[in-house]
């Protein structure tokens, strides 16, 4: 099972400090932020598996981070906190897709109960949306585009398998190198090999399904990574 990510936000700094030290106790990373305008650019730069919300936070509410997140994804779980004076909010996010709501101060029995819900669910979701129409799917170690199967080679799959399996982080050639192979040629410092696989597949896909646009980035300086959604 591959390592799950947490967005959490939430503007009382006491509470915030308590839960995220529990929360680390669930999640490889939790990405925290005290306002909806720093919440989403976390979200946009880290793609987590999950969310945990406050309904209300400044500058930018719970809802509303909700709703954006899922202007293009509908994966990423969503638990929303909320207080009983924001019951009737709730009838804002009948359409947002929640995984659930919990009513502030949420007791630790309740939290793992439902903490523990929510990552066998993200757990047991072995497929990834991707952008482009594309998905893959883990259990199966295959690619698809609008649900047809893509034949792959061998190192096309071992590439495309560890960079799904950790969408929210990007790869040098190097990296990926090493990790396919567990070895590289110490000669080649750009690891073109890597490289050129990937470009020789992005062509091969852009000819044959998609010709707007491929779900892998390849950012300067930065490496490789896969776009999750559904764009």
Same mark, same amino acid.
């Given at each position: ?15 915030? +400090? =308590? ?9 490889? $990373?939790?990405?925290?932020?005290? #306002? ?18 406050? *309904?209300? *936070? ?10 954006? *997140?899922?202007?293009? !994804?509908?994966?990423?779980?969503? *638990? ?5 004076? !924001?019951?009737? %909010?709730?009838?804002?996010?009948? =359409?947002?897709? @929640? ?12 939290? !793992? ?7 066998? %669910?993200?757990?047991?979701?072995? &497929?990834?949306? @991707? ?7 883990? #259990?199966?170690?295959? @690619? ?5 199967? /893509?034949? &792959?080679? =061998?190192?096309?799959? @071992?590439?495309?398998? &560890? ?11 190097? +990296?990926?190198?090493?990790? /396919?192979?567990?070895?590289? !040629? ?5 690891? #073109?090999? /890597? ?8 062509? %091969?896909?852009? %000819?044959?399904?998609?010709? +707007?646009?491929?779900?892998?980035? =390849? /950012? ?10 559904? $764009?």
């Amino acid at each position: 099972m591959r390592a799950l990510t947490l967005l959490y936000v939430e503007d009382d700094e006491m509470v915030r +400090e =308590n839960f995220t030290q529990i929360l680390q106790r669930y999640f490889s $990373s939790v990405f925290v932020a005290d #306002n909806g305008k720093s919440a989403l650019e976390l979200y946009e730069r880290h793609r987590p598996d999950a969310a945990l919300l406050d *309904i209300s *936070i400044p500058h930018i509410s719970g809802l509303q981070v909700a709703a954006k *997140i899922r202007e293009s !994804d509908t994966t990423t779980q969503i *638990i929303m906190l909320t207080a009983y004076a !924001d019951q009737e %909010k709730l009838m804002q996010a009948v =359409n947002l897709q @929640l995984f659930a709501y919990m009513v502030k101060p949420v007791q630790q029995a309740e939290l !793992d109960t439902t903490l523990r819900s929510l990552i066998k %669910k993200v757990s047991q979701n072995t &497929l990834l949306t @991707l952008t482009h129409d594309y998905a893959w799917d883990d #259990n199966e170690k295959k @690619l698809y585009f609008k649900q047809e199967k /893509i034949r &792959l080679t =061998n190192n096309e799959q @071992l590439a495309l398998e &560890l960079l799904c399996n950790a969408p929210n982080r990007r790869f040098k050639a190097c +990296e990926i190198a090493y990790e /396919i192979f567990e070895e590289y !040629d110490e000669h080649d410092l750009e690891c #073109n090999n /890597i490289v050129q696989l990937l470009s020789r597949f992005k062509a %091969k896909m852009l %000819k044959q399904y998609d010709p +707007e646009g491929l779900f892998i980035q =390849n /950012i300067y300086g930065g490496g490789y990574q896969v776009m999750v959604g559904s $764009s």
